[in-house]
Structure formats: structure tokens, C-alpha cells
């Protein structure tokens, strides 16, 4: 069966996605008998592109790699559901920048799929932080799956391992890495950068945005964290209601005064059980060497979950990154073609 | 739907199986929608029950805990695909002990399962080094499923990560700790006991067995990275064709002096490509305190794949014990299910 893929949102993940798709087409398909035909490319920017046989991916690239823009192809208009079923995906792979206040445009994208049977792969964290629970319920009304893979950890593949790998686990606390710029300035100051330098680096290497404040302030953990909860312990936790610190009165002196305790200073996120239920937090923590997230440096990103029937299991990996987000996208396509 | 489930081999690994299952009934079908029967247990000393409508999973329990056998049960006769057919089995978890050389009795109970369209988990590293291919075929004709997340890192969902959550990733790489019982006596002879006071310890504390051969001379981990290769490059690369070293000859006047080049000694398994084809090893390495194995302490297991998507990921957890390979055997029974 060919998969009919629309993609939303051909920015830099989404351009990603293409690229591996485009560069791997002969081997998914002999590993995993994953046939499928990009149908459908609509951006806010680059305007949306359709052809039910399948639109000519290296052609698409091209344009994309030499102006930016979809020149070449006949641009189509109408409404996301109309677009969606002339292109007649049968799975979504949606990529737009997040909003995490309304989720949009990427939660009615999501509705609007879920809502004709489409199955959705997303990157972006906005819908899932806002309505978790809506899209849970129509991907279930409309026989649809829906997997997110890349709001957490990129490709890093944390929620497969949750939700697949360790099921049937119950679990007891989870305690982790989970943004990249935040870490990496960390590690920089640790090399002597001023936390100004450090966080001007993250940017020139594109860890961090442009506007950096959702990852400086702990906004961005926390949003994760709460997704986590979700999805651990079916428990909603409100982003505010958080115990939240970030990392913006840290200072060098800190950070040596700390590394003469034999210490150093990790942003850690974390949910445990306390005799009030759930507390979650995003925190400034001093950790000695020895600790097992003492050594995550630069943008990677590192969680252990502790469990009844394994104890501590933990896993590192990439927590950003164009091709890494490409990639959690893929699997998630993948995993709902099987 | 009901899974109808066999077990073979009602040891350790089986028992904590049932275990699991009878605290877990309730929330496996409340989460998962996996409800389950157990309507066979055939085990080569305690002998062999069968009960198409189910087992009394609690009743099975309390014979084992208080007498090792299934006392109060009528005990069946017959062949294992006469027991097999009797139990109306959909789904087989074997946890015989392993065999190395034949693979049996494992291999002859996977493959009269798969013959007979019953999807089979199983921990049994024996059956998958001896035949892979021939069960892979036989799963595939007869339309069955296999999974043997517990053959390496016992729960810790290495194979899942591999298989479904890296989907589309090129592997480059692999190095890890893939032996708890030799990385324990490293470690406790790093504390300061002699190599024998460290083994004994491990045997004590249910980490090696008896006889501790395979895992002191690197066979244990030879197998298990001949299986990875496999997994992660489609190639077949024999246990007698890797580079093997155990740890047999190493002292703690070596370690110390390892320690005061600010290093440690790991048995670490690895392949990597080199200008000869794929190069699989297991290897006495001195490693200096900042390489990421260098902090598995323990009969903790640990890898990290390089892959183009992701770069590094690393994941770390439990490599043995009953309670944690029963866990494999579950994940992959409800990923079954599915």
C-alpha cells in the first residue's frame, strides 16, 4: 500500500523530512515496506503545492535549496480540508512553528486530519499542549493514529520508548535534560564564557531562537514536563502550576564555586510523588560529578525514568536540530504505515 | 479480543512474568486494552498445565511460592504442539533456559508456535543466535509476530529503540557494556576487592551464575553484539569471527594504574565499519572518566549508536534479572497485541 503523505509546514524540519525521504525512498521501502508519495506541501510562506500521483520530490527540493520557494510548481488554493482531500493523504506530517498559547495553525491542521481518518505525525508541541486530550479523543472517534514523537527530545525517541518499549512498567519519577540551548550555555560558562557569550554561541550554532526567552526562563521545560506527566502519568499538570526556575541569574562565579564543591549546575526537570501528589519542576540544580546527568554537556538532552519492574533506565540524545526533528517525524510515518 | 498465552519455561524469568501479570491485570487492560489468559505453563522439571478457559493465575502463583511445582494442578501429557493446540494459545512467551550450540529446547518450541500462526516473545538468546533467519522466514509465512526485546539488556527496550523508534536511521556504530555480571566485577574490584572476592559477590548477589564462563570470558557479550549486528546492519557476523578478550587476566594492580592515568578498564562491546567490511569486538578498554561509559557502574548495561538522523543516542539500563527480563517478555507480549 502506497502511503499519500501531506506535509505542513516546510520550514526547516519539514524541509529535513523531505530531504531524508527524498535521500531514502529505495530503503524504507525494502526494510520496511514503506511506499509513499508526497501529495501535498502547504507553508505559510512558500504557499501549497498538490498532486494526488505524487509530486516530484527532487524537483520539489531543488526549488526549495536554490529560491526558497516552491517556483515551478502551480500553486493551489482552498481550505486546508479541501486541499487535504484533493491531495487524498492518508497521513499528515505536521511541522509548523509552535504557538503554545492557541496551538495554532498546527491544532486545526490537526483537527481538520484526525476529523477525515488521516493519520498525524507532529513536531509541534503548541496542539499537544494545548489540547492533548481533544486530539486523543477524535484520532480515537475517527480511527486515526496520532504520534508526536518530536515534541520532546527531537528524534531522540523517548515517547516510543514510553509508550512501547517500557509498557507495562509503572512509574515512579522522571528526572532530566530537556532543553538544549539552556544546557549549552551551561556547559559554555562552564569553559569560561560569559553567560551573554554563551548564550550569543547557542544562537550562531542554532540551538537557540533568535528570541531565546521560552528556553532561558525554563518556559520550554516546563511545557515539556507537563507534557510528560501526561504521558507517564496520566496526570494533567498545568504549565503554571510548574515550580519553575530558568537559568538567568546564573553567573560564572556560580558556576566555579560549584565546581569546587566537586559540582556543577544542570537546569533539571523532573516529576515525583510527594505525599501531595505529583510535584513537578524545572530547577537550577547543583549535582555532583558522579551524578548520571552530570555528564550531558552541550545541546544534548538526557531523562531518567524510574520504574517498578526496571529501576532506573535512562536515555540520552540529540534534544533539537533540523535533521534530528526530520527524523522523529519519519519514525512516527513509519511506525502508523505498519 | 483475549490473548491466549502459553509459557514456556516457568523459571526466574517466567515466574516474574506471571507475577507481573496477575499484580497488572486490571491496568494492562485499562491502558493497554490487553486482556489476557494464561492457558498454558510447561516447564521441563515442574511439568506442564493447560486450561483453555485460563488458568487461576493467583492459585499457579501460591503452588510455585510455596512448594516450586504446581501442586493442585492435573499435570498434561503430550508434545508441545499437542499441549500448544490443546491451550488454544495465540501467543507463546518462551523463557526456557538458553542453549548456545542448539538453541533448544527453545528453538523447537518457537518454531512449532510460528508454524502454527502463534505470535512468540521470548528471552531465550539461544533460538535467535542459532536461527534467526529460519524463524524470521517462519514468522513471515505463517503470519506471526516475533519479538525478543529480553536477548539483550534484558527489559531495557534497546531492541524496540532499534527497530521502531530509530526507524529510517543509518547506523554507523555501536559501543557498549552489554555484560552486567563482568562490568560488576570491574567495578567492585575499582572498590577494591580481588578478582575472585568480586566474582563471588556477583554470583552471591544473583548477577552471574554458578557458572560464570561465558560471561568472564566475553562469550556472553560476543553473542549479544553478533546479534546486534545483525539488528542494526542486516549482516551476519558468527560469535567465532569477533575479536573477543573476557576479563579474566585483569588484576587490580591494573586498574590502579589505569585510575592513576585518570582512567577506567570497561569490557566494551562494539562494530564499527572499517576499510575491511564491518569490525565486531569485545575489548579490555581504557577509557579516561569523561567517555559516557565510563560512569556505568554496576550490573548496569549500556550503548550508544551513532546513526546519520540522530548522531549519538545513548541507553542505559538493567542488562539482567528476573523482574526486568519478565518486563521484555511483557512489552512484548502487549506490543503483540496491538
Known amino acids: 500500500m502506497i502511503n ?15 530531504e531524508i525521504l527524498n535521500d531514502k525512498k529505495k530503503e524504507l521501502d525494502e526494510k520496511f ?12 510562506i512558500k504557499g501549497s503545492i498538490i498532486d494526488p500521483d505524487g509530486l516530484d520530490l527532487q524537483k520539489v527540493l531543488n526549488a526549495i535549496h ?18 487535504l482531500e484533493q491531495s487524498r493523504a492518508t497521513m499528515l506530517a505536521e511541522a509548523t512553528p509552535t504557538n503554545m498559547e492557541t496551538g495554532e495553525p498546527g491544532l486545526s491542521h490537526i483537527k481538520t486530519a484526525l ?16 489540547a492533548m486530550d481533544e486530539l486523543t479523543d477524535l484520532a480515537k472517534k475517527h480511527h486515526a493514529k496520532m504520534r508526536y514523537e518530536g515534541v520532546i527530545m527531537s528524534g531522540t525517541p523517548l515517547i516510543n520508548m514510553i ?26 560558562m562552564e569553559n569560561g ?12 550554532m542554532g540551538y537557540a531562537e533568535t528570541d531565546s526567552t521560552m528556553d532561558v526562563n525554563g518556559l520550554d521545560s516546563a511545557v515539556k514536563t507537563s507534557i510528560i506527566a501526561r504521558i507517564l502519568f496520566d496526570e494533567k499538570i498545568p504549565v503554571e502550576s510548574i515550580d519553575r526556575e530558568g537559568i538567568t541569574e546564573i553567573t560564572v562565579e556560580k558556576i566555579e564555586n560549584a565546581k569546587e564543591r566537586g559540582n556543577k549546575i544542570k537546569l533539571i526537570s523532573g516529576i ?22 552530570a555528564g550531558i554537556d552541550g545541546a544534548t538532552n538526557a531523562v531518567t525514568i524510574t520504574t517498578d519492574n526496571l529501576g532506573e533506565v535512562t536515555l540520552i540524545g ?17 511506525a502508523m504505515a505498519q
Open 163 to 188: 509508550h512501547t518499549g517500557m509498557a507495562g512498567c509503572t512509574f515512579e519519577k522522571i528526572e532530566g535534560i530537556l532543553n538544549g540551548t539552556t544546557n549549552f550555555v551551561l556547559t559554555e
Open 33 to 44: 515496506g514503506f511506499e509513499f508519495k508526497i501529495t501535498m506541501i502547504t507553508d505559510l
Open 272 to 293: 515525583e510523588h510527594t505525599k501531595n501528589g505529583l510535584h513537578a519542576y524545572v530547577s537550577l540544580k547543583e549535582i555532583p560529578f558522579s551524578h548520571s546527568l
Open 193 to 204: 564564557l560569559s553567560y551573554n557569550e554563551a548564550l550569543e554561541k547557542a544562537t550562531d
Open 115 to 130: 476529523g477525515l481518518g488521516i493519520h498525524v505525525a507532529m513536531t509541534n508541541k503548541g496542539p499537544i499542549a494545548v
Open 318 to 334: 540529540p534534544g533539537a536540530g533540523r535533521r534530528e526533528t526530520g527524523q522523529a517525524l519519519l519514525a512516527d510515518l513509519v
Open 4 to 18: 499519500r503523505i501531506a506535509l505542513a509546514g516546510c520550514g526547516n524540519v519539514g524541509t529535513a523530512l523531505l
Open 66 to 83: 536554490s529560491t526558497n520557494s516552491f517556483e515551478g510548481f502551480v500553486k493551489s488554493k482552498g481550505s486546508f480540508a479541501e486541499m
